[in-house]
């Protein structure tokens, strides 16, 4: 469920545009305006902005938020001004394509997505960058991530509640053996396993590996793995279980100790907010003892502050 606030009397997407305009005249820009605008429409009414924008000033909206804006609060809106699947591929092209290569951003994006997600992510990278997405994990992965990963995006899967209960038994056995019975690992058997499950069936086979083994499949996944390869396969199992609980564990990382990892952060926030975010908020306070809002406003300041809040919703 979404978190993002809609007014009930909406402006229309033109009057949206000349009032973003407006707010970048002058002796710097009117960001509180900008937020204010931006922070509050839905997917749809961002991409009609984007368009009366383009018409009446034949310029690009994102182009002229990058650089009037700065810092953190540009990243989070310049991502934000896009669709959700548009996002997810300007995420992992810039965790691909960057000087310093961040493959747990695009694995985290790539693992935690559904099979419709990822075919739209797939077409909108192709569109805009040129190049197929397989062709850069290609160049940037390596190893049995590399394999999972290819496999993850190519592989299609159901999408329903429904499971197999004789392929789940069969899955079950395979991955004890291929991991826990025996010296060594057979990553293959975890790679085709995890990347042709739908998550219900998943979460079956780790219920039923817990009855036969008296033991996890996190927990195998974690004795038998390790690296690139292991944070994929765990970001597919914990995902297929319960998101939520999932992005909300990745909050409180890029939040607790020393610093906050801005990156992370922003890209959750975003990414998430008008998909599941009340769920996560919920699953936050259940885990942590405080709200998201309590520890986002802690973590951050300014215009950046205002906008992730905004984006997160009132805090009850």
């Not at 010296?183 to 086979?205: K, P, Y």
């Not at 914990?238 to 409180?252: E, T």
Request: charged content about 25%; proline content about 3%.
């Amino acid at each position: 469920m979404s978190t993002v606030t809609i007014p009930p009397v909406q402006t229309s997407p033109r009057d949206d545009a000349m009032h973003l305009y407006r707010a970048f005249k002058g002796f710097g820009c009117d960001t509180e305006a900008i937020i204010n605008i931006l922070a509050h429409r839905d997917a749809t009414q961002r991409a009609l902005i984007q368009q009366e924008y383009r018409a009446m000033y034949s310029e690009d909206l994102n182009k002229r938020l990058s650089s009037e804006l700065s810092h953190n609060v540009k990243k989070a809106v310049s991502l934000w001004v896009h669709d959700p699947a548009a996002r997810d591929a300007t995420i992992v092209r810039q965790a691909l394509s960057v000087d310093i290569v961040d493959l747990k951003a695009a694995t985290e994006v790539i693992c935690s997505r559904t099979p419709s997600q990822i075919q739209q992510v797939k077409q909108i990278y192709f569109s805009t960058f040129g190049t197929y997405l397989e062709h850069d994990i290609e160049y940037q992965a390596s190893g049995d991530h590399k394999k999972l990963l290819l496999a993850y995006l190519s592989t299609p899967r159901y999408e329903g509640p429904e499971v197999d209960k004789l392929m789940v038994e069969k899955d079950a056995k395979a991955l004890f053996k291929a991991g826990e019975k025996k010296l060594g690992t057979d990553e293959d058997t975890f790679i085709h396993i995890f990347s042709g499950r739908s998550r219900a069936q998943l979460v079956a086979v780790d219920s039923a590996y817990h009855n036969f083994y008296g033991n996890s499949l996190k927990k195998a996944v974690k004795k038998e793995t390790s690296g690139n390869f292991e944070f994929a396969l765990l970001t597919i199992l914990q995902c297929a279980h319960n998101p939520g609980k999932y992005f909300a564990k990745v909050l409180h990382n890029a939040m607790k100790g020393l610093g906050t990892n801005d990156t992370t952060l922003i890209r959750i926030v975003v990414t998430r907010a008008e998909i599941d975010m009340q769920y996560i908020k919920a699953e936050y306070q259940k885990k942590y003892g405080k709200t998201l809002n309590d520890a986002v406003h802690s973590e951050t300041s300014g215009h950046y502050r205002a906008f992730l809040l905004a984006l997160l919703g009132p805090s009850h």
